[in-house]
């Protein structure tokens, strides 16, 4: 195999006020022509920036490119002006991006989007380029190519947008195809679809992928070669199975098992009398708003006759993928959503609904997703803490004191009240956010996806808190996530949903290796990196005997 | 938070503002100690230019002093703009924050009302509110406030409505407190930055539009106002240029001021922004 492209000691600078100088420090890198290399940092790692320096797509004024080179094909990049970029970009490289509605334009039909793509380096007439276009959209096995291509990106599902990205970077029959987290804002098995079609056309085509990931389990799945960046740097570079099975590099060990094995970990005791939430028939419809005097518009069935317990002290992970209702039936136990029927027992008692029973709000907390939007910018901690707790009824000083008691619990020290949550990192904004939800001493924890917006070292010391504090405080908790490996590592029991649905309710252990429905059988599959899982457990094995 | 002074000695704009506010708040208050007695008094001699002996800024047709004249017209001008400006913003906020907040039926009536007084060309419906009633302060304030709260009410609600929906909002809900608490103390001084901006430039177009209204002569004749010292000189000036140039010129002060004061506040008030040094 030969070389296609070739980075020799790159450096890219950061704007001077940034909190370190240089996005890429030294990097030296080979890509081979067809293979897949991986490329695998946490955020901030300058993976992208390392990525977009060979396409040519930094932003000139704030990143630009102080020493070393890359050379594509022979070529040295760095020397490229502008228009040789053009004639490099779309016709030997092609990018996908994570995003894909951002990355089409959503007023252009997706048929003219890709032949855009084939126009914009010469190909053919027009009847010609529409031929082209449907093959590429045949090839990127998109639905009915006759009528999609007149579609708009709004129309299609992320799946698909994400497909119509693949066809356009393929247009043209790249040498180098980069692809820069592009299955990150999918579902699991929307991904190992695109993560199957990517494989596929990489064969077919003959073109090297540079896959940029944080997710080792989808690195296990599609790499031959691996390197791994921390703070700009390159800490390791080698085949998959060396990377991932002896890495060298202390910093690739830690963040390789940080990722959660998938498969059940000590069952708790079964729990017995009665569950402290009982879920009955629970049915929630979502109207579109008209205007009343027209007809209602279509409905959808959120919640479709939920039935669902949680017992004392018990954790129960619900998976589903996006739209299944899964968020919609959080919002329900904790208060934020009212719902049209069906029923919620919480300690025998019946809940009836959002702003009614103020008495027992406290009982029921939540931790949120996002840890920079769950936060109130203009409040100090201190605040975000304790005004919950003071509005329910406890002294001041008492409500200080719990405080303190929590944040020195979730791993932060007092000065942290005097702060904005500006002042934190994501991880730490979500120590906060769960510090909140403790103050106000609830028996029953719903957590929205806590960890799906952190880097996965971060997430694994997020999840080992939970687990900490459940253990100690006997919490019941619901544990909402799209991620079967972070369920199997926290959850005793674990719950499937699917379009409003419950499809599946069995102990981890059951549903991880005998999953009865079909759909929980087609999320299991879909979970990336299984093959390196059973590998890694077998290694696990011998190592303990 | 940064503190006021380091914000000064970044943003030397804020710092050029909020001196010549300062100057002319001085001279608004202190107008009866500097220039005691009736502004409209015939002093000296009619048509002084400016710098004469005595007479700064000069004297009108009539020698009446137009310093004078300036300093207690900065007192009513500010007043109406302060006045204003702060009714505006107060039913501006309200109506905003509830329609964005509660959404729906809510959110459709308001804004249905908003947009009434929208469509309305504003200055032309103070001018007739103006004809109709009695000029009096009052009237003044109320007319050019009828037409300022709409554009609040509306950057209010987009602002809300996007608050609304965010989880530190959800969380203060799951956490028990009640809606308007919710609304005052975790909404609404999230929206703070972007109304004190409006507000800022809010009360310079008062400012205009109330010297709008005083040199088409409608205003209030027993107030020396910047608007109506404009008007009268206007008729003389190829004679005394000085009569609406002065006035002209404190008008754009003020706004220029106002504007950058705003600025500088914007600056202050968002956490975020005085953090932007230290974090990327």
Redesign the interface.
């Known amino acids: 195999m030969t070389a296609l492209v070739e980075i020799e000691n790159l450096s890219v600078a950061?704007?001077d006020?940034?909190?370190r100088h240089l996005a890429v420090e030294r990097v030296s890198l080979r890509i081979d022509r067809g293979e897949v290399l991986c490329l695998v940092g946490e955020s901030g790692s300058g993976k992208s920036v390392l990525a977009a320096a060979i396409a040519g797509l930094l932003p000139p004024k704030q990143l630009r490119i102080t020493g070393g080179n890359i050379r594509f094909d022979g070529v040295d990049v760095t020397r490229l002006s502008e228009a040789g970029f053009r004639r490099l970009r779309g016709k030997r490289i092609g990018f996908i991006f994570q995003e894909p509605m951002s990355a089409l334009n959503p007023v252009l039909a997706v048929g003219r989007q890709i032949e855009e793509a084939l126009a914009a380096h010469d190909n053919g007439d027009r009847t010609e380029r529409a031929a082209r276009v449907l093959e590429l959209v045949r090839a990127t096995r998109l639905p009915d190519p006759e009528n999609i291509v007149h579609r708009y990106p709004h129309q299609l599902s992320g799946g698909q947008r994400q497909r119509v990205m693949i066809a356009m970077a393929i247009a043209n029959e790249p040498d180098l195809l980069i692809a820069d987290e592009p299955t990150t804002a999918l579902d699991v098995t929307t991904q190992a679809e695109i993560l199957r079609l990517i494989l596929d056309i990489r064969q077919r085509l003959g073109l090297a992928v540079l896959f940029i990931t944080h997710d080792f389990g989808v690195v296990a799945d599609i790499a031959d070669r691996v390197s791994v960046m921390k703070e700009g740097r390159m800490v390791e570079t080698g085949t998959a199975t060396a990377v991932l099975e002896q890495p060298r590099d202390p910093y690739t060990r830690r963040l390789i098992e940080a990722v959660p094995e998938l498969h059940a970990g000590v069952a708790m005791k079964s729990v017995a009398g009665d569950p402290l939430l009982a879920v009955e028939g629970l049915v929630k419809t979502y109207h579109e708003?008209r205007a009343p005097w027209r007809q209602a518009g279509p409905q959808t069935r959120a919640l479709d006759g939920i039935g669902l317990a949680i017992g004392r002290g018990e954790t129960v992970a619900l998976v589903g993928e996006s739209g299944s209702g899964k968020t919609t039936l959080g919002q329900c136990i904790?208060?934020?959503a009212d719902w049209d029927a069906g029923k919620l027992r919480f300690d025998g008692r019946e809940l009836a609904g959002?702003?009614r029973e103020?008495a027992l709000?406290?009982r029921?907390?939540?931790v949120?997703?996002?840890p920079f939007?769950?936060?109130?910018?203009?409040?100090r901690v201190r605040r975000i803490l304790t005004?919950?707790a003071i509005?329910?009824g406890l002294p001041r000083e008492a409500a200080e004191e719990r405080m303190l008691g929590l944040l020195s619990r979730v791993g932060l020290d007092a000065a942290a009240a005097d702060r904005?949550p500006?002042?934190f990192s994501g991880g730490q904004r979500q120590r906060i956010?769960l510090a909140?939800a403790l103050m106000?001493q609830p028996e029953l924890l719903v957590a929205d996806e806590p960890v799906s917006a952190l880097d996965v070292s971060i997430q694994a010391q997020i999840l080992d808190l939970l687990a900490e504090i459940r253990r100690d405080l006997g919490l019941s908790m619901l544990f909402i996530t799209h991620d079967l490996r972070v369920a199997s590592a926290v959850a005793d029991r674990i719950v499937v949903m699917q379009e409003g649905r419950i499809v599946e309710d069995g102990t981890s252990g059951q549903v991880l290796s005998r999953p009865r429905s079909a759909y929980a059988r087609a999320l299991l599959a879909a979970v990336p990196g299984l093959g390196w899982d059973h590998r890694r457990r077998a290694a696990d094995r011998t190592a303990a005997e | 938070m940064a503190g006021p002074r380091e914000i000064l000695s970044r943003n030397p704009g804020a710092a050029v503002g909020t001196a010549l506010l300062a100057a002319i708040l001085f001279l608004a208050v202190f107008a009866d100690l500097l220039y005691p007695g009736d502004p409209w008094r015939m002093a000296t001699r009619p048509n002084l230019p400016p710098f004469s002996p005595g007479y700064l800024l000069g004297t009108d047709m009539l020698g009446r002093d137009l310093a004078a004249g300036i300093a207690h017209g900065a007192r009513v001008t500010l007043l109406i703009a302060v006045a204003v400006t702060g009714l505006a913003v107060a039913f501006g906020v309200a109506v905003g924050a509830v329609a964005g907040y509660f959404g729906g039926r809510v959110d459709d009536v308001a804004m249905r009302f908003t947009e009434f007084f929208q469509t309305i060309p504003s200055f032309l419906l103070t001018v007739v509110i103006v004809a109709i009633v009695a000029p009096s302060l009052t009237s003044i304030i109320l007319a050019i406030a009828l037409v300022s709260w709409p554009q609040i009410a509306r950057l209010v609600r987009a602002e809300v409505l996007s608050l609304a929906s965010k989880d530190f909002v959800s969380a203060a809900r799951v956490g028990g407190l009640s809606t308007p608490r919710i609304i005052w103390s975790h909404v609404l001084p999230n929206v703070l930055s972007p109304v004190i901006v409006a507000a800022s430039l809010m009360t310079a177009t008062v400012i205009l539009i109330e010297s709008g209204i005083s040199f088409l002569g409608l205003g209030n004749r027993a107030f020396v106002s910047w608007g109506y010292l404009l008007g009268t000189g206007r008729t003389a000036f190829r004679v005394n240029w000085w009569l609406s140039t002065i006035p002209g010129v404190a008008i754009f002060l003020t706004v220029l001021s106002l504007n950058l004061v705003g600025d500088g506040l914007n600056d202050w008030l968002n956490p975020r922004s005085s953090g932007r040094s230290k974090r990327g």
């Open positions: 950061l704007p006020d940034a909190d708003r904790v208060g934020l959002t702003a103020r709000r406290p029921i907390q939540m949120f997703q996002d939007a769950s936060l109130n910018p203009r409040h005004e919950a509005v329910n904005f500006h002042a956010g909140r106000l």
